[in-house]
Structures are given as structure tokens and as C-alpha cells.
Nanobody, 124 residues
Framework: QVQLVESGGGLVQAGGSLRLSCAASGRFFSTLTMTWFRQAPGKEREFVAG????????YYADSVKGRWTISRDNAKNTVYLQMNSLNPEDTAVYFCAARGGATFYRRDVDYAVWGQGTQVTVSS
């Protein structure tokens, strides 16, 4: 069973940057689709960015496109989310999730493996 551990969250001023990391245990990281979601207080969890294990092309929510970059290092079993130009609306708990398979999914219900989340707070 794959386990995921996020890190890198924190408090940052608007316009600043953070890089989140999600480290995965297990032997088959390179065959996993890795995706970031976030959940703000009082809101549903939403898709942020993802990388299919085979296609390699990143997927982004419109709200972060052009500001953030998802990447992965299969040698380190880690996926990253570089977040630039942060704004207060980005404040949320950020989760990484993993799944196998040939299709890329944006819905959280399609992912069975989750990390514990890391808090990102952006002050104005």
C-alpha cells in the first residue's frame, strides 16, 4: 500500500511562493498518477494540478494555471507543487493523492490514496 506524506506548507504573504512536496512510499511510484487537491474552510475539496504517470503532460485548474508548476522526481518518489504569485484565495489545506490506471481523473472521489494534508495560509 502506498503512503503519502506532504510537506512544505506554511504562512506566506500575498505574492510570495511556496513549494509543496509529497513523498511516497512503495516501489511503483513511477506508475502512479500524482495529483494535488486543496480544501479551503467551508468549501469542497478541489482539483489543483496533476501528472499522469505515462503521459507526462501536467494538468492544472484554471485558477492556478500560469502560476504553479507540478513536477515529479521518480528517483526520489516525490511530487512537487511550486506555487508562485500566491494570493489569499489560495489559503487551504493541500493534499496529494495517487492512483494507477490509464486515465487521468480530476475528481477526488476517483483517488483512494491520500496524504494527511499540509496547511497553506496566504496573508494579504
Amino acid at each position: 500500500q502506498v503512503q503519502l506524506v506532504e510537506s512544505g506548507g506554511g504562512l506566506v504573504q500575498a505574492g510570495g511562493s511556496l513549494r509543496l512536496s509529497c513523498a511516497a512510499s512503495g516501489r511503483f511510484f513511477s506508475t502512479l498518477t500524482m495529483t494535488w487537491f486543496r480544501q479551503a474552510p467551508g468549501k469542497e475539496r478541489e482539483f489543483v494540478a496533476g501528472l499522469h504517470w505515462r503521459v507526462g503532460t501536467p494538468y492544472y485548474a484554471d485558477s492556478v494555471k500560469g502560476r504553479w508548476t507540478i513536477s515529479r522526481d521518480n528517483a526520489k518518489n516525490t511530487v512537487y507543487l511550486q506555487m508562485n504569485s500566491l494570493n489569499p484565495e489560495d489559503t487551504a489545506v493541500y493534499f496529494c493523492a495517487a492512483r494507477g490506471g490509464a486515465t487521468f481523473y480530476r475528481r477526488d472521489v476517483d483517488y483512494a490514496v491520500w496524504g494527511q494534508g499540509t496547511q497553506v495560509t496566504v496573508s494579504s
